[in-house]
C-alpha cells in the first residue's frame, strides 16, 4: 500500500510539473502565432522565434526555415557581437576607451579627427557617417574591408566627436579595425575565437567561415535598404544575398547566426557570465554612456527601454538589423527574446518581429 501510495504520489508530482512546464512555455503561443501568420500569409518568407526566462527555453522556426538554428544574415545586430570581441582586448589592456583613434590609425588626422576616441565610436557620437559616400560603389567592384576602413579613415565628420549623436557603422568599422591591429588576428578570426568558441555558438559566422552560401536563409528583396542594393537590378552580386556580401563578415552587419546561438551571446551579458568579457565589462557594455538628451548607448549596445519592446524595463539592452532581425534582454524579468527573419525591416509597419517580440514582452511579466 505504502509502495502504491509513494508511486501514485511520484507519478502525480511528475504530471503536475509536465503541465506546469508546458503552461509557462504556452505563455510564448501568442508571440509564435503572430510569426506563424506572418509566414503562412507569405509575408514573411522564413522566421524563428527563441525565448528565454530563467531556466525555460522555447524555440519555433516557421516558413522556409529548416530549423530552430537556421542561420541568419543579422544586419546590425551584428555589432554588439563584434564590439563584444573588441571589449575581450580591453580586458586584456590593449586599449583604454578613451585613447584617440589616431593613436592606432595614423591617417585618422585633419579636422576635428584628433579627438575622437574609441567610446565615441562605439557610442555613435564621432561624427562619422553612417556609410561611406562611395558605398555601393564600393560593394559592385568587391572591394574588401581594407578598401572600406581607407574610405572611413578620410570620411568628412559630420559634426564636433561628442557634440550628438548619429548611428555611424563605419565608427563599429574603424573599432574593429584598431581591434585587429591590436590583437594581430583580422576581425573574422577574432569574433569566431573570442565570442562564437567561447559561448558555444555552432551555428554563428562572421561572414561564412566554415559554413556555404546555401546554408544560410536568403533574404527577401522587397524594402531592402538602399544600400544593400534595393531598388538596382544590377545588384545581385553585392547586394545582401551575394556570396560576395555573405563572405565579407562586415563587422556592422555582416554575421550569420542562429536565433538560439544569439541567445547564447545575450544570456552571457544578462547573467554577466565572464565567458566573453569579464563581469565588469559586461555591465560597462549594456548601461548608458550618453548625457541626458542624446540617445542611449551602451558600448554596441541598443540600451534602455526602446532597446526592446513595450513593457520592457529601462535595464534593457540588445540591437536590431535592418534584414529584419531582433533581440533583446531585460535584466527585470530575467528574459530574453530573439526574433529572427527573412523580411527586411523597411518592408513593413509594423514589422512581425516587432509584433512577436511585444507579446514576449507582455507575456514574460505574466
Known amino acids: 500500500m505504502q509502495r502504491r501510495t509513494f508511486l501514485g504520489s511520484a507519478i502525480a508530482a511528475m504530471t503536475t510539473s509536465s503541465l506546469s512546464a508546458a503552461a509557462r512555455a504556452a505563455r510564448w503561443d501568442d508571440a509564435a502565432e503572430v510569426l506563424a501568420q506572418a509566414t503562412d500569409s507569405g509575408q514573411v518568407e522564413a522566421a524563428v522565434l527563441h525565448v528565454v526566462q530563467g531556466d525555460e527555453a522555447y524555440t ?3 516558413g522556409r526555415a529548416a530549423s530552430g538554428d537556421a542561420m541568419f544574415l543579422l544586419g546590425s545586430v551584428s555589432k554588439p557581437i563584434n564590439v563584444a570581441a573588441v571589449m575581450t582586448l580591453f580586458d586584456d589592456r590593449k586599449f583604454q576607451l578613451d585613447d584617440r583613434v589616431k593613436k ?50 578620410h570620411a568628412p565628420l559630420g559634426f564636433a566627436p561628442g557634440s550628438k549623436y548619429s548611428y555611424s557603422s563605419m565608427g563599429i568599422l574603424l573599432a574593429t579595425r584598431i581591434a585587429e591591429i591590436v590583437s594581430g588576428s583580422d576581425i573574422l578570426t577574432l569574433v569566431d575565437r573570442a565570442v562564437f568558441q567561447p559561448l558555444g555558438m555552432k551555428h554563428s559566422a562572421q561572414g561564412l567561415g566554415r559554413f556555404a552560401l546555401a546554408d544560410m536563409v536568403l533574404c527577401q528583396s522587397e524594402g531592402a535598404a538602399p544600400e544593400s542594393g534595393s531598388g538596382d537590378p544590377q545588384a545581385s552580386q ?59 548607448r551602451g558600448l554596441g549596445f541598443a540600451v534602455g527601454q526602446p532597446a526592446g519592446s513595450r513593457g520592457c524595463s529601462e535595464q534593457t ?6 534584414t529584419g532581425t531582433l533581440c533583446w534582454a531585460d535584466p527585470a524579468t530575467q528574459t530574453l527574446c530573439v526574433v529572427l527573419t527573412s523580411l527586411p525591416r523597411r518592408a513593413a509597419r509594423p514589422h512581425p518581429r516587432e509584433l512577436a517580440a511585444e507579446q514576449v514582452a507582455a507575456a514574460a511579466t505574466r
Do not use: C
Open 60 to 62: 519555433r522556426h516557421f
Open 104 to 153: 592606432f590609425l595614423p591617417g585618422f588626422a585633419g579636422e576635428e579627427r584628433g579627438e575622437v576616441t574609441i567610446r565615441h565610436l562605439l557610442t555613435h557620437v564621432s561624427g562619422l557617417p553612417d556609410q561611406v559616400a562611395d558605398n555601393n560603389e564600393l560593394r559592385k567592384r568587391h572591394a574588401s574591408l581594407a578598401e572600406f576602413v581607407e574610405r572611413a579613415v
Open 238 to 296: 553585392w547586394n545582401w544575398n551575394s556570396e560576395y556580401w555573405r563572405k565579407l563578415g562586415a563587422p556592422w552587419g555582416g554575421t550569420h547566426a542562429s536565433a538560439p546561438d544569439i541567445g547564447k551571446f545575450l544570456a552571457d551579458f544578462l547573467r554577466a557570465g565572464g565567458k566573453v568579457v569579464r563581469p565588469e565589462t559586461a555591465r560597462l557594455m549594456t548601461r548608458n554612456h550618453h548625457p541626458p538628451g542624446f540617445t542611449p
Open 317 to 322: 539592452f540588445g540591437h536590431t538589423g535592418s
